[in-house]
């Protein structure tokens, strides 16, 4: 089966459609920037003009009714909050922006001069409240949500899903900086997911190398948006308990789950949890690699072993 | 002395709803209009598990992609579901791998 491919870039990162019928790749490739152009008027912090910008221009309790897609945004983000019991924080907003990350990251200085950052817990999730039926949202005085880390993987979902269905069958596989989301019908063999530090990477002959027939796989990691300030190295994952960038013993979690969104999801909360990710990954069931500081590497969840990549 | 009211807790939301689905299968349209109003309750409840059959059902038009759900065919994403949904991986091959997934 040949696949074709559109490379590109998206939300200030890559992103990549494949798709098993080639004469539809324009079509899945439309369809998934239309679905990553509305996810970035809707989520963007960095954008004034993005409807969750807007929603939170003020500095006391903010309110007001938003759209499906905000809504769906803000739900699937309080839902990550919930199933982790708070390691994925949406209200970590104005953590990470204190910590310097305050615009899109190909404007972050990579180094700057010293900051002073106060340990001190964000506002937490159950300080932003939904009501579904009418798409009011509620966000109390001191609160700044951040979409960044459920956004972009749930824009893979729905690309993903978009782009199956303008294709009118097929299969169809989205990354959006590494957060990948396929949907339809796999390639034989399943669509084939290099591992590595950074989205950025060449795909590589000894690179690890997993398959998936459906759902999705995350990466979190520490190494890639980075940055110094007064000599101390800064990321852009937030420990909601500490406010201030995790400082785990993991520094990259990759996690195959039935869907981009829970893949992510899981993959960052393994970072903020630390010690413990291993077995809470592996006793959800989810396959997960995990690399620590020194660059070990920790295999659960029924991930493949390296040793049995397939020639 | 009418009993004072109060919002619906998450797991009464979630047995109401599945006495719904219980109904529905044993009795039809009927059974399920029974609990309709505590459904209805258990919509305002609070976010995430209710949430997201509202939102999915209405994002395709502000994406302007299909009037159909463009809930992912393999996934929870928006469904509320109260567990990661887990998925399952098998040993690839370097040669046809169509992507890299990486931290960004």
């Given at each position: 089966?040949?696949?074709?491919?559109?490379?590109?870039?998206?939300?200030g990162?890559?992103?990549?459609?494949?798709?098993?019928?080639?004469?539809?790749?324009?079509?899945?490739?439309a369809?998934?920037?239309?679905?990553?152009?509305?996810?970035?008027?809707?989520?963007?912090?960095?954008?004034?003009?993005?409807?969750?910008?807007?929603?939170?221009v003020?500095?006391?309790?903010?309110?007001?009714?938003?759209?499906?897609?905000?809504?769906?945004?803000?739900?699937?983000?309080?839902?990550?909050?919930?199933?982790?019991?708070?390691?994925?924080?949406?209200?970590?907003?104005?953590?990470?922006?204190?910590?310097?990350?305050?615009?899109?990251?190909?404007?972050?200085?990579?180094?700057?001069?010293?900051l002073?950052?106060?340990?001190?817990?964000?506002?937490?999730w159950?300080?932003v409240?939904?009501?579904?039926a009418?798409?009011?949202?509620e966000i109390?005085?001191?609160?700044?949500?951040?979409?960044?880390?459920?956004?972009?993987?749930?824009?893979?979902?729905?690309?993903?899903?978009?782009?199956?269905?303008?294709?009118?069958?097929?299969?169809?596989?989205?990354?959006?900086?590494?957060?990948?989301?396929?949907?339809?019908?796999?390639?034989e063999?399943?669509?084939?997911?290099?591992?590595?530090?950074?989205?950025?990477?060449?795909?590589t002959p000894?690179?690890?190398?997993?398959?998936?027939?459906?759902?999705?796989?995350?990466?979190?990691s520490?190494t890639?948006?980075?940055?110094?300030?007064?000599?101390?190295?800064?990321?852009?994952?937030i420990?909601?308990?500490?406010?201030?960038?995790?400082?785990?013993?993991?520094?990259?979690?990759?996690?195959?789950?039935?869907?981009?969104?829970?893949?992510?999801?899981?993959?960052?909360?393994?970072?903020?949890?630390?010690?413990?990710?291993a077995?809470?990954l592996?006793?959800?069931?989810?396959?997960?690699?995990?690399?620590?500081?020194?660059?070990?590497?920790?295999?659960?969840?029924?991930?493949?072993?390296?040793?049995?990549?397939?020639? | 002395m009418?009993?004072?009211?109060r919002?619906?807790?998450?797991?009464?939301?979630?047995?109401?709803?599945?006495?719904?689905?219980?109904?529905?299968?044993?009795?039809g349209?009927?059974?399920?209009?029974?609990?309709?109003?505590?459904?209805?309750?258990?919509?305002?409840?609070?976010?995430g598990?209710?949430?997201?059959?509202?939102?999915?059902s209405?994002?395709?038009?502000?994406?302007?992609?299909?009037?159909?759900?463009?809930?992912?065919?393999?996934?929870?994403?928006?469904?509320?579901?109260?567990?990661?949904?887990?998925?399952?991986?098998?040993?690839?091959?370097?040669?046809?791998?169509s992507?890299?997934?990486?931290?960004?």
């Amino acid at each position: 089966m040949t696949l074709a491919a559109y490379r590109g870039t998206a939300l200030g990162t890559s992103m990549h459609v494949v798709v098993t019928d080639p004469d539809a790749l324009d079509t899945a490739t439309a369809s998934v920037e239309a679905v990553v152009d509305a996810i970035d008027r809707a989520c963007s912090r960095f954008r004034d003009d993005s409807e969750l910008s807007r929603l939170q221009v003020g500095d006391g309790r903010r309110e007001g009714i938003v759209s499906p897609l905000l809504a769906q945004a803000l739900a699937t983000a309080l839902r990550a909050a919930e199933l982790t019991d708070g390691a994925v924080d949406p209200t970590v907003g104005e953590a990470v922006r204190n910590a310097g990350y305050s615009v899109d990251f190909g404007a972050v200085p990579a180094d700057g001069a010293p900051l002073t950052l106060a340990v001190s817990p964000v506002p937490g999730w159950r300080r932003v409240r939904l009501f579904p039926a009418t798409r009011r949202v509620e966000i109390d005085a001191g609160v700044e949500v951040d979409l960044g880390a459920t956004a972009k993987a749930l824009a893979s979902d729905l690309a993903a899903a978009a782009a199956l269905d303008a294709m009118r069958g097929g299969g169809v596989l989205v990354s959006l900086g590494g957060d990948v989301s396929v949907a339809g019908e796999p390639p034989e063999g399943g669509w084939h997911i290099q591992i590595a530090e950074d989205s950025r990477a060449a795909i590589t002959p000894d690179g690890e190398t997993i398959a998936i027939r459906a759902g999705g796989v995350a990466t979190s990691s520490t190494t890639v948006r980075r940055w110094q300030r007064g000599g101390v190295e800064l990321h852009h994952i937030i420990d909601p308990a500490t406010g201030l960038p995790a400082a785990g013993p993991w520094r990259t979690v990759s996690v195959v789950a039935g869907s981009c969104v829970d893949a992510n999801i899981a993959a960052t909360a393994a970072i903020v949890r630390g010690a413990e990710a291993a077995s809470w990954l592996d006793g959800a069931g989810l396959p997960a690699r995990l690399v620590d500081r020194n660059g070990a590497m920790t295999r659960v969840g029924g991930w493949p072993a390296p040793g049995a990549q397939a020639s | 002395m009418p009993a004072s009211k109060r919002r619906i807790t998450a797991a009464e939301r979630d047995r109401a709803l599945r006495l719904r689905r219980t109904l529905t299968m044993a009795f039809g349209v009927a059974g399920a209009a029974a609990v309709a109003a505590l459904a209805v309750a258990a919509a305002d409840t609070h976010v995430g598990a209710s949430t997201s059959r509202v939102a999915t059902s209405t994002t395709a038009s502000s994406t302007g992609t299909t009037a159909k759900s463009t809930t992912p065919s393999t996934s929870s994403s928006g469904t509320g579901s109260s567990s990661l949904s887990t998925g399952s991986a098998s040993t690839g091959r370097s040669s046809s791998a169509s992507t890299v997934s990486g931290g960004s």
